[in-house]
């Protein structure tokens, strides 16, 4: 006489199932909730690394344009008319909005022009006005703006031949500090012609310019 034996069946219990669901569920919002982080840092991240790109290629510009400027003994000095009106070297004006800068710096700067690059350069005078200044475009929104006047003149902060280029449209603070030679105090403002006739240097001995970026994103960053 053979027994037969009886097989039970495996399998989960709704209990077991609901058990596992919902595990795998609070693990699924964890991975979720991680990537979307990861995500965003990501995004914060290269948003940062722009900022930065920009702020370099911004210090470059500017300061080559620093390192070339000259001051004209021989325009300044040659003859009477108009000397009064008349500014060579550099000419920097602070402008504080709230707890922004938004300074200016006009000057003269012997290299060659950046803008006008339709002239020969055999014609190239060498000498240029440059100036930097934040102009308001929208409310709360400033551009960086660079000014290039291919010939001198009497303003120096502006002129009739002048090219004027946006070079940064996430500048919201643009400080800038000088330094006499043999002194720590920084001076919010100078004038080189006014410093020639107290027969001093005409040029500072040192420059310190402080740019504050802030993109669409809301990152902001501070050069140092």
Sequence with gaps: MHRHKSVRMQGFTLLELLITLSLFGAIMAFLTTSF???????????????????????????????????????YMSGGTKDLDRRKSG?????????????DAIHMHVARSSRFHRSVPFQRDPVVHEISYF????????LHLKRREDFYIDLDITEGEE??????????????????????????????????YKRKEHPLPAGIYVTIELENEKGEKLKTD
């Design 36 to 74: 979307f982080q990861f995500q965003d840092q990501n995004r914060r991240a290269e948003s940062i690394f722009q900022l930065r790109q920009e702020s370099r290629i911004l210090e470059r510009i500017i300061r080559e344009d620093l390192q070339n400027v000259l001051f004209l003994y021989g």
């Design 90 to 102: 550099l000419y920097g004006i602070s402008e504080e909005v709230g707890e922004l800068n938004k």
């Design 134 to 141: 934040l102009e308001e475009v929208e409310q709360d929104q």
């Design 162 to 195: 002048s090219i004027v280029y946006t070079i940064s449209e996430n500048v919201r603070s643009f400080d800038i500090k000088y330094y006499k030679a043999k002194s720590l105090d920084a001076l919010d403002e100078w004038d080189s012609t006014e410093v």
